[in-house]
């Protein structure tokens, strides 16, 4: 009971990614960087977490292509219910790859096997952005 509400302090991420050792990995370094994570195999697993989490997430990630969908088509159904949450995509395909293909992200993308400091330098921009005080209402 400790360790959830102590989580609560903590920014959330949900991570969606049909590969579970780049899904583990994902979470493992989301952990360390001192995020509470959520991990998802895919997109229904996505959704469930949607109705569960203990707190909205401060950060999407989610690989492009998840098998029997795609995480550009499931981070758009999650997005109204948490338009405040940054998302970062990820793939095994380079940038340059997924543009070919006739794919244009409008979010940050990381390609894999992931640079560790550059999803850090992402992660300290999500957790900076989450540590803003929300405005007063009038």
């Known amino acids: 009971m400790l360790s959830e509400k102590l989580d609560t302090l903590r ?3 949900l991570v969606i990614d049909n590969d579970a050792s780049s899904r583990k990995l994902m979470g493992v370094i989301l952990e360390r960087e001192g995020f509470s994570s959520t991990l998802a195999a895919n997109a229904a697993q996505a959704l469930e977490h949607v109705e569960t989490l203990p707190q909205p997430p ?3 990630i989610s690989d492009i292509f998840l098998g029997e969908t795609n995480g550009v088509d499931v981070v758009a159904r999650i997005r109204p219910r948490w338009p405040e949450a ?3 995509f990820t793939s ?3 940038e340059a790859a997924l543009k070919d293909r006739g794919w244009v992200l409008n979010e940050p993308f990381i390609e894999k ?3 560790i400091r550059r999803l ?4 300290a921009q999500v957790r900076a952005r ?3 005080p929300l ?3 009038a």
């Open 120 to 123: 850090r330098a992402l992660l």
């Open 11 to 13: 920014p959330a991420a």
């Open 86 to 88: 940054a998302v970062l």
């Open 130 to 132: 989450s540590a803003e």
């Open 92 to 94: 095994g395909f380079s």
């Open 58 to 60: 401060s950060l999407i």
């Open 135 to 137: 405005p007063l209402s």
């Open 113 to 115: 096997p992931v640079c």
